[in-house]
Nanobody, 126 residues
Framework: QVQLVESGGGLVQNGGSLRLSCAAS????????MTWFRQAPGTEREFVAA????????EYTDFAKGRFTISRDNAKNTVYLQMNSLKPEDTAVYYC???????????????????WGQGTQVTVSS
């Protein structure tokens, strides 16, 4: 499994943008499908976006479609989440997670993942 460290969170105004990064250690990052989740206070951790090992397959939850973009750079062992048109309801701790996977699979369930980062806080002010 990989070790994951998220960064890029912060405080942004309504309508602003942030780009989150998730850096992985080790030499097996390219073998992992990667997913972003988020968790707001008092709620369960929820799926945001997923990307396959190859980067060719992506999936988004409804609230992320058209506003968020997931991407990866296997040479840099990093997965990104570009978030535009942020809203106060996007305020949450954002986590990345990785799972060894076939080339074009994506995963969206928390139980699919053994490797998690520590999370990065995103706060959107109204």
């Amino acid at each position: 499994q990989v070790q994951l460290v998220e960064s890029g969170g912060g405080l942004v105004q309504n309508g602003g943008s942030l780009r989150l990064s998730c850096a992985a250690s080790g030499r097996t990052f390219r073998l992992h499908a990667m997913t972003w989740f988020r968790q707001a206070p008092g709620t369960e951790r929820e799926f945001v976006a997923a990307i396959s090992r190859s980067g060719e397959t992506t999936e988004y939850t409804d609230f992320a479609k058209g506003r968020f973009t997931i991407s990866r750079d296997n040479a840099k062992n990093t997965v990104y989440l570009q978030m535009n048109s942020l809203k106060p309801e996007d305020t949450a701790v954002y986590y990345c997670a990785g799972s060894l996977a076939p080339l074009n699979n994506v995963y969206k369930l928390r139980d699919d993942f053994a490797s998690w980062g520590q999370g990065t806080q995103v706060t959107v002010s109204s």
